[in-house]
């Protein structure tokens, strides 16, 4: 069972066998959310995979836990953290004697080549640069030489309204890097940056799919991301 549906794709794409249950539901925003009690006894009773040891998921119980990073609740979408992961997943269902059947060397081939094509969709922002409402994507954008000038929602503060100050100085960005774009998440609120575009019709609005679907791989959840990033330029 996965916390979240992107460690689910991680997963379909190193072991297309695996089954895997996601507990935030698709198309759900993980900082408001609900467990069913069928699910928390089911918890109580598997291993659950999880991105961090961070508070929304501390209530948990389950029989076993494992964590693809502690250190970034939005590895997922770095391809190089995923290349880095995948041995690791693989060594310790073995450990545990889960079946397995992945194929890493396979798994991490796939990665490498969605490391190059993100890379190369990323190119052409390094001189415009984008204003965010959501962190997820901020620490990707600036590995790869993207000018993140600001993200709406500070800090850990996930879906709280940005301040009329915060928004007047989005506007002031805007005017002086007219060419950048506006980053909003599929799994948040963009009434803010809707307002930003509406005060500002050049900037670009991009809504991108940090989560995906419980289903698909990670390389297709990527893939649909990668697309949609070309298609804004």
């Avoid at 467990?35 to 929304?56: C, G, H, M």
């Avoid at 409402?133 to 620490?139: C, E, I, K, V």
């Avoid at 960005?173 to 803010?192: E, N, V």
Wanted: proline share 6%.
């Amino acid at each position: 069972m996965a916390t979240l549906p992107p460690l689910a794709s991680v997963m379909h794409m190193l072991d297309k066998n695996m089954q895997v249950q996601c507990i935030l539901g698709n198309n759900s925003d993980p900082h408001h959310m609900s467990i069913s009690p069928q699910q928390f006894e089911a918890i109580k009773k598997t291993l659950v995979l999880r991105t961090t040891e961070d508070k929304y998921w501390k209530f948990l119980r389950p029989k076993s836990a494992f964590y693809f990073w502690r250190d970034d609740p939005h590895a997922w979408l770095h391809p190089e953290k995923v290349h880095k992961v995948l041995p690791e997943v693989a060594a310790y269902f073995k450990q545990e004697k889960i079946l397995f059947q992945g194929d890493v060397i396979a798994a991490q081939e796939r990665v490498l080549k969605i490391q190059k094509q993100l890379a190369q969709a990323l190119d052409p922002l390094k001189t415009k640069g984008v204003i965010m409402q959501h962190g997820a994507w901020l620490s990707v954008f600036e590995a790869y030489g993207v000018p993140v000038r600001l993200v709406l929602e500070k800090g850990n503060h996930h879906g709280k309204r940005a301040s009329p100050k915060r928004l007047q100085t989005a506007l002031d960005l805007i005017d002086l890097h007219p060419d950048m774009l506006l980053i909003g998440d599929k799994q948040h609120d963009t009434d803010a940056l809707q307002w930003l575009k509406s005060k500002r019709p050049q900037s670009p609005l991009l809504i991108l799919d940090t989560l995906g679907d419980c289903q698909q791989t990670w390389d297709a959840l990527m893939q649909e991301n990668i697309s949609l990033i070309k298609g804004s330029l």
